[in-house]
Each structure stands twice: as C-alpha cells, then as structure tokens.
C-alpha cells in the first residue's frame, strides 16, 4: 500500500512537472549577474536606445551614418553598465548619502517646471522622460551617489599642481564670468483646485508667514512646517541657485532688488503663494581664482580620471561574484577574472534502483543505538524454521565439547529443553570449528557481538561463531548477555 502510494505521488509530481514545463516561457533574460544585482537583454536594449538619441542630438547624425556611430560606442555599453552596478553597489557600501542634494535638484527642476502640485509634476516627469517618477529618481539618486563615490575614491586622489590651475585660469577668464545669482528659500501656500474664499484663506496663511520669519522666527523651520511644496520642505525650503529670468517675472524682479536676509511679501502665480528668503546673492561680473579654483581642478583632472577610474572599476570587478552569459562582451573585464556563467541545476528525482536500495541496506545500522536483543525497525520477528535476525544467545558456561546454537530473538518464546534448534542451512548464518587454545564458546560470542557494535563486521552480514560440543543439559532456559 505505502509503495503504491509513493508511486502515485512520484507519477503526479512527474505530470505536473512536465505541465508546469510545457507552459513556462521566458519573460526576461539575464545577461550578467553582478554580486546582488543583475542586468537584462532589456536593459541593454533600453540602454541602446537612449544611446541613440543621445548620439543623434549631439551629433546630428541620421541613417546609415547614426546606425555606424550607434555601433562604435555600444560596444563598451556592458561595460559601462556593469561598472555602474558596481559603483553603486560600492556607494551603498559606504554609506554615501546623496538625499539632500537629490531633493535640491528635484526642486529645481520642479520650479522650472511650473507645476508646484506633485503629482502633475510626476505626470510631466513621465512625459519628458517616459520613465516613471520612482525610476527616473532612483537613476537620479544613483548617478549621484556614483558621482559622490568617484570623487573620493578616484578624483581626490589625483593632485593637480598649483601653478597649473592658476595658469588655467588666467588663459580662461572668459569661462568664469558669473552671471546675476541669487540664493533663495521658498514656502507655498497652494491654491490649486480651491475656491475663492478658499483662495483668500491661503493668502492670509501667506502673509501671516511673511510676518513670522520677519519677526525672528527660523524660515527654514516654517517652510518644513507649512510649505506645499513636497520637495523643497524637506531641505527647509532651500532651492538651487537662480540666474536672472529663471523664475516668474514678478518673483524675478524682487529677488534680484533687495538684500541679503530679506524675506519677500507673498507673490501670487498660478500654484499659489510664494514666499521667498533671500539666502545670498551674487552680482555679475568676474570670478576670482578661488571661486574658480574648484571647477579649474575638475577640469585638469578629466585627463587623468579615465586610466584612474578603470584601475578602480578593474578593483571592484576582481572583488565582485560576476557571471556574464555567452554572447555578452563585457570591454572592461579583469584579467584572470572567470566569469565564465553557470546555470542553476535543476533538481534530480530520487533513484530507487535495486543496487542503490542493497547498498543502503548494507550500510551497517547497528551503532550501539539499538539495544542488543531487541528487533531493529525494519525486520521482522522470526520463529519455527526461519533464520535468527539480529541477535544471538549461548548458553551460559558450557561444557568441553558442547555447541552453541542461535537462538530467536527478543519476544519469540524461549527455548526447552529437547526443542528443536535452528536449521544450520539459514543463509544468515554459518559455523566454524574451533581451534585448539580457542576462547570459551561464551567469550566468542561476547567477542562477536563487541565487534558487531565497533562496526568491524557489519551488521547484516554473515555472523560466525564457535562450533562445539553439545552442552549439558541445562537448568532453566538460557538468558541473553547483558550488555
């Protein structure tokens, strides 16, 4: 019963398998695996994608022309994508945080936009890009953590001499001549979608503002308490620097006319209330060497990153669990690196041949676990003309010339005096004549049993044991050995 029921189970599990096999289809297929990460056929495809448009806006190629460009740079596009993985893998690793500036650049974004109302700005975000508001910004997020991550693992290290940087600058002054900029805070107070009362209520919440941050309180923590703005709220209103005629024209005319720490009255436009805080301003005119000296270095330092940037990407790569899959060309592999793929097993049906079930039967099972005398599970009691299984008794102390028979085991009735003894043709069993000088039937049996719990004759193989003369006869029915 119990085989048959394995046999149903193993032939449903089969079935299913070979059904569950039929429909699989592959959605997506992986290209390279990257430590924790990996990237897709899909990826690469968007990858190249966004590779042409880019080629095509700065190059103004088309056709034939376009397709050639497309080619040239794709091959190092694993290359770059792995890099990217590992970078970002790296950042995370060290716990660079990009948030702050991340939010900074939204709200700047958001501003230029004209959409104060988040989820319109989200809308448009999608529009421009075609990617979603939580994919474009994840990307956002990890250009700058490897943007943070280069500069202090590669560019900090490249030293760029003094005197380099200010003869740059000398035969670049032309480049650092800064525009009108100014600094500034922000709070909304919306008044999309409401009513004119609702409208009037927004206005009064504006202007009540405007008096508080006039009259000492922090601006930054009325714009994290009170601005409508999402973005620009989390940084206590801050929002990246503004060149003349980036904002609305009212709010334009203000920032660029008063001094530094004035707070603006409300300004109303078509997302509601804006309240403003002069956080610094800039005039226009020439920069000096040290407000130029940061960008100069960056400059310098662009020849010298690449060969840097791939012995860094080179490091990470050998320190990195990477399998690419054959047919993928990854430029920028480590020398010696294996990344040679390799596809998950799948899982192997249980054999059940008959030499695998002999040599499991033949493993030895009697480890002193099993008390001796006692049936172990899986046999089966024997009495009448069927083999002793497992155990063997001996007469205690026999007489010169007495033999020893084996006897049934634990639980089958005793034997007597006169009972008829095991057939000594049992397959399980054999006799051997003692020699001269031989131990005791008694110390033999003993002997036998120690070797069978030490494992030196497995148990289930042939048991021998001494042969000699009939004993006496005995008193009472003979016990088993104590352990």
């Not at 070979?18 to 592959?26: G, K, P, Q, T």
């Not at 030293?159 to 009108?180: I, L």
């Not at 707070?263 to 209330?273: I, S, Y």
């Not at 301003?281 to 270095?297: H, L, N, P, T, W």
Request: charged letters at 30%; hydrophobic letters at 35%; aromatic letters at 6%.
């Amino acid at each position: 019963m119990l085989r048959s029921s394995v046999v149903f189970c193993i032939a449903t599990a089969m079935t299913g398998t070979a059904a569950f096999a039929a429909d699989v289809r592959v959605v997506e297929e992986i290209a390279v695996k990257v430590n924790g990460d990996i990237i897709t056929r899909g990826d690469l495809a968007e990858h190249r994608v966004i590779l042409r448009q880019q080629i095509q806006q700065q190059e103004h190629l088309t056709g034939p022309a376009l397709d050639r460009a497309v080619d040239e740079q794709a091959k190092d596009m694993l290359r770059e994508m792995i890099d990217e993985r590992l970078f970002v893998q790296k950042a995370k690793e060290l716990d660079i945080k990009v948030d702050a500036d991340v939010n900074k650049y939204f709200s700047s974004v958001q501003v230029r936009s004209g959409f104060a109302d988040p989820d319109k700005f989200h809308d448009w975000i999608h529009e421009q890009t075609g990617m979603s508001w939580e994919d474009f910004r994840q990307k956002t997020v990890d250009q700058y953590m490897v943007q943070r991550l280069v500069g202090s693992e590669v560019q900090s290290k490249i030293n760029v001499p003094q005197d380099a940087m200010q003869k740059y600058y000398e035969a670049h002054k032309t480049d650092f001549v800064r525009k009108d900029e100014v600094f500034l805070s922000q709070i909304l107070v919306s008044t999309e979608g409401k009513s004119a009362e609702q409208v009037a209520l927004a206005e009064k919440k504006a202007q009540d503002l405007a008096n508080r941050a006039r009259h000492g309180e922090k601006f930054s923590d009325l714009a994290r308490a009170n601005s409508d703005d999402p973005e620009t709220s989390k940084e206590g209103g801050q929002i990246p620097p503004r060149e003349r005629g980036m904002m609305a024209k009212e709010l334009d005319e203000k920032a660029f006319s008063l001094p530094k720490g004035s707070v603006l009255d409300p300004v109303k436009t078509p997302q509601g209330f804006f309240i403003l805080r002069i956080d610094d301003r800039f005039d226009a005119g020439q920069e000096s060497f040290d407000e130029s000296k940061e960008e100069i270095q960056s400059i310098l330092a662009r020849p010298l990153m690449e060969p840097k940037l791939r012995e860094f990407a080179t490091k990470l790569r050998q320190q990195a669990f990477l399998e690419i899959k054959d047919g993928y060309v990854d430029t920028g592999a480590a020398p010696g690196k294996d990344t040679r793929w390799h596809e998950v097993v799948g899982l192997k049906p249980e054999t059940t041949t008959k030499e695998e079930v002999a040599a499991h039967r033949r493993r030895p099972k009697f480890l002193g676990l099993i008390p001796h005398g006692s049936v172990a599970p899986g046999t089966k009691e024997t009495s009448g003309s069927e083999s002793p299984v497992e155990t063997a008794t001996v007469a205690p102390a026999p007489a010169a010339g007495a033999s020893e028979t084996a006897a049934a085991p634990a639980g089958s009735a005793p034997s007597t005096p006169g009972a008829a003894s095991a057939p000594t043709a049992a397959p399980a069993s054999t006799t051997a004549t003692a020699a001269p000088g031989a131990p005791a039937p008694a110390d033999a049996a003993l002997e036998t049993k120690q070797k069978k719990i030490l494992g030196v004759i497995p148990h289930g193989s042939e048991t021998v044991v001494a042969k000699a003369a009939k004993p006496e006869k005995p008193k009472g029915p003979p016990e088993p050995i104590k352990q």
